[in-house]
T-cell receptor, first 114, second 114 residues
Framework: QLLEQSPQFLSIQEGENLTVYCNSS?????LQWYRQEPGEGPVLLIA?????ELTSNGRLTAQFGITRKDSFLNISASIPSDVGIYFCAGQPNAGGTSYGKLTFGQGTILTVHP | AAGVIQSPRHLIKEKRETATLKCYPIPRHDTVYWYQQGPGQDPQFLIS???????DKGSIPDRFSAQQFSDYHSELNMSSLELGDSALYFC?????????????FGNGTRLTVT
């Protein structure tokens, strides 16, 4: 199972909106978005479980595709502290032994200029 | 809220030495996962435990072993260390018995092998 994440790099001005995309040929039970700062662990931003689900967390909005093969994460009104690496991670079938064997995208490195 | 605790945060070892990494999951979480993240890479799944039993294995070298104890904390033991083992090692936990449950990551242990 592979997750293609784009773009790889994103450099924007403070206040701008941005969107990160994840696509796969595989179906996932759920999809999670994480943000990671250098030397720190990934921090969960949004978890998506239902096909077509649209979920918001403050300035963050994410949607799980109808086919469960894709997702996007949108951040509105970006601020300098949004910088970091954003990962999408797909989770295989719930309840199976491979439940926590997340497949990560390659990451999107976000820079926000004041 | 309590998070996943990992120790030590940093560890420096020489080639062929042994290292032990510890993980304390979020209270009441029943599943622990270990991931390895090389420089500029996305996290790679190593091994997981559900209710103290190994539930899945990823690309974990035979030189590595892990276990989950009665208090649910977990240890990753790494022997005959190689330079290529230098990486960030993350532990994550979830409450699998609820079904869909996202992974929550610790801040990791940075292992440097010299």
């Amino acid at each position: 199972q592979l997750l293609e994440q784009s773009p790889q790099f994103l450099s924007i001005q403070e206040g701008e909106n941005l969107t990160v995309y994840c696509n796969s040929s595989s179906v996932f039970s759920s999809l999670q978005w994480y943000r990671q700062e250098p030397g720190e662990g990934p921090v969960l931003l949004i978890a998506l479980y239902k096909a077509g689900e649209l979920t918001s967390n403050g300035r963050l909005t994410a949607q799980f595709g109808i086919t469960r093969k894709d997702s996007f994460l949108n951040i509105s009104a970006s601020i300098p502290s949004d910088v970091g690496i954003y990962f999408c991670a797909g989770q295989p079938n719930a309840g199976g032994t491979s439940y926590g064997k997340l497949t990560f995208g390659q990451g999107t490195i976000l820079t926000v200029h004041p | 809220a309590a998070g996943v605790i990992q120790s030590p945060r940093h560890l420096i070892k020489e080639k062929r030495e042994t290292a032990t990494l510890k993980c304390y999951p979020i209270p009441r979480h029943d599943t622990v996962y270990w991931y390895q993240q090389g420089p500029g890479q996305d996290p790679q799944f190593l091994i997981s435990f559900y209710e103290k039993m190994q539930s899945d294995k990823g690309s974990i070298p035979d030189r590595f072993s892990a276990q989950q104890f009665s208090d649910y904390h977990s240890e990753l033991n790494m022997s005959s260390l190689e330079l290529g083992d230098s990486a960030l090692y993350f532990c994550a936990s979830s409450l699998k018995r609820l079904g869909d449950s996202p992974l929550h990551f610790g801040n990791g242990t940075r292992l440097t092998v010299t």
